[in-house]
């Protein structure tokens, strides 16, 4: 575990929110989407099934507490929870927060526009409450 480090994009289009037993959780930098990646702090996986059964099992879980915390957090419709990899292969699980009235509704998020950065204080204050509502989970 001492050799993981996380993936130059998710680096640059991420801030970290904390870390959770297995994944760090991070606030993807997009104003028109609340979203959180997970990223589990293990080395050369891209898979889900590349975590051994236990870990795969925490993994789980962690989702499960992000959705949650994403219903808390924004009050959106619906979450939409994935892993694609398809860009970076680091394994990273998508948490979602989605609304009929966002800018690709009813259609997937990903290549969809522009990101657009969430101004520093916006940022800062949407990071507060979600560090606050991931301890209280």
């Known amino acids: 575990m001492t ?11 991420t801030i970290p929110v904390g870390d959770l037993p297995l994944c760090s959780v991070l606030l993807l930098d997009d104003a028109r989407f609340p979203w959180f990646v997970l990223v589990p702090r293990r080395s ?9 059964p ?8 962690e989702m499960r507490i992000a959705t949650a915390v994403m219903q808390r957090l924004a009050q959106p419709d619906k979450v939409n929870v994935g ?21 690709a509704w009813p259609g ?7 990101r657009t950065p969430y101004p520093s204080h916006a940022a800062a204050q949407l990071v507060e409450r979600a560090r606050a509502l991931f301890q209280a989970a």
């Open 44 to 52: 050369d996986l891209s898979e889900i099934t590349d975590l051994p």
């Open 54 to 61: 236990e870990e795969a099992a925490t993994l789980m879980e």
């Open 3 to 13: 050799d993981f480090s996380l993936d130059p994009r998710l680096a640059t289009d």
């Open 83 to 103: 892993a694609l990899g398809n860009v970076v292969a680091q394994l990273h699980v998508h948490v979602v927060g989605r609304f009929r009235s966002d800018p």
């Open 108 to 114: 997937p998020v990903w290549g969809h526009g522009t």
